[in-house]
């Protein structure tokens, strides 16, 4: 036998202690993955928002395109200033319970032009 009987159970009391710290640091690591993905999300909802409006579509049909592409409770903002559109998109991103960070919130802005042709109503 290697080790003195007092030793036996060590390693388990020192997995209990670490384990907790494990698993908050993969659940946020998940979480930031998961803001990763509502950006992105955001940033491609937003360019064919944007898209959508240089082709002549109207600010409400564009706003739901949008929406539909976001997660829940996202708000999306569709502002036509001349030949120039501007779609925004804002989304909170709540954190996991266990790791006691406050919510992201995620931003995207894409700009088009009007593409020539094309009556903006």
């Known amino acids: 036998m290697t080790g003195s009987h007092r030793d036996r159970g060590s390693v388990t009391a020192?997995?209990?202690?670490?384990?907790?710290?494990?698993?908050l640091i993969t659940v946020a690591a998940l979480w930031g993955v998961s803001v990763a993905s509502?950006?992105?999300a955001c940033t491609d909802a937003a360019r064919s928002g944007a898209r959508a409006a240089a082709r002549g579509e109207p600010p409400p049909a564009v706003r739901q395109f949008v929406a539909r592409a976001l997660p829940t409770g996202a708000a999306v903002e569709v502002t036509r200033k001349g030949d120039q559109t501007q779609v925004d998109v804002t989304v909170q991103v709540r954190a996991p319970a266990p790791t006691g960070?406050?919510?992201?919130t995620v931003r995207a802005r894409a700009t088009a032009v009007t593409e020539p042709g094309v009556v903006t109503p």
């Open 14 to 23: 020192e997995i209990a202690v670490a384990l907790p710290g494990l698993v």
């Open 38 to 40: 509502v950006q992105l």
């Open 101 to 104: 960070l406050a919510p992201l």
